[in-house]
């Protein structure tokens, strides 16, 4: 029964893919969407803003807290930049090959900003939207009916249009943080989900499976 399923299976089987956007190859999901959706499946929940700390090497990071049917769970996000630099009291500068480039001072605006998009980090925490951060294009379960679209030039069988999973990418790293965070869900559940975007060796497969039976 509906009623019976935890809050991580009800908030992660929702499709979050009309409410992000892209921007310097992130993924960014509409922290109102996420809140009044969270809220609308989850009407206890509660948020909290803490403190934003800050400190002269690393600058600023900001935390939240959300509340969701007696579970708290934390989340920390530091004020960076469009190049993920994190921003400080004060402009600075660092060397790259192609010369010094230049990080402006933290405004009110780029806090604000950050303390949102922490809100909404936190969130995934309790499963909504949390395959974004896994590198996942679908959620944990589709459901809605697919639309019929009118015939295309032929394209490849799906499995023979997946990237090949590969140990030492970034894809993997992604897999493993994926894997890592949701061994609730079990093998058959977590495969299933991998193997929508990729192809996976038998090889790999196993390696996955000992991550789940990891302590």
Same mark, same amino acid.
């Given at each position: 029964m509906e009623n019976l399923k935890t809050v991580f299976e009800r908030l992660s089987a929702i499709n979050v893919n009309d409410h992000v956007e892209k %921007?310097?190859?992130?993924t960014y999901l509409s922290w109102a *969407?996420? *809140?009044s959706k969270t809220k609308t499946e989850c009407p206890d929940a509660t948020y909290k803003i803490l403190a934003t700390e800050y400190d002269d090497a690393l600058g600023f990071m900001c935390h939240t807290t959300v509340t969701i049917e007696g579970e708290t769970l934390e989340m920390w996000l530091p004020v960076m930049d469009g190049k993920n630099k994190s921003m400080k009291k004060t402009e600075y500068s660092y060397s790259t090959r192609f010369g010094d480039k230049k990080v402006e001072a933290a405004t009110t605006f780029d806090i604000n900003k950050t303390i949102m998009r922490c809100l909404v980090k936190n969130l995934a925490m309790f499963g909504l939207g949390?395959?974004?951060?896994?590198g996942e294009d679908l959620p944990e379960n589709e459901t809605a009916p697919v639309k019929a679209e009118a015939p295309k030039k032929t394209a490849p069988a799906v499995g023979d249009a997946l990237p090949d999973l590969k140990k030492g990418t970034a894809n993997w790293d992604a897999v493993v943080k994926y894997v890592t965070a949701n061994k609730s869900l079990g093998i058959e559940k977590i495969g299933a989900q991998i193997t929508r975007k990729y192809k996976v060796s038998p090889a790999l %497969? %196993?390696?996955i499976a000992n991550i789940l039976n990891a302590e």
């Open positions: %921007k310097d190859n992130l *969407w996420a *809140w949390i395959y974004i951060y896994a %497969k %196993k390696e």
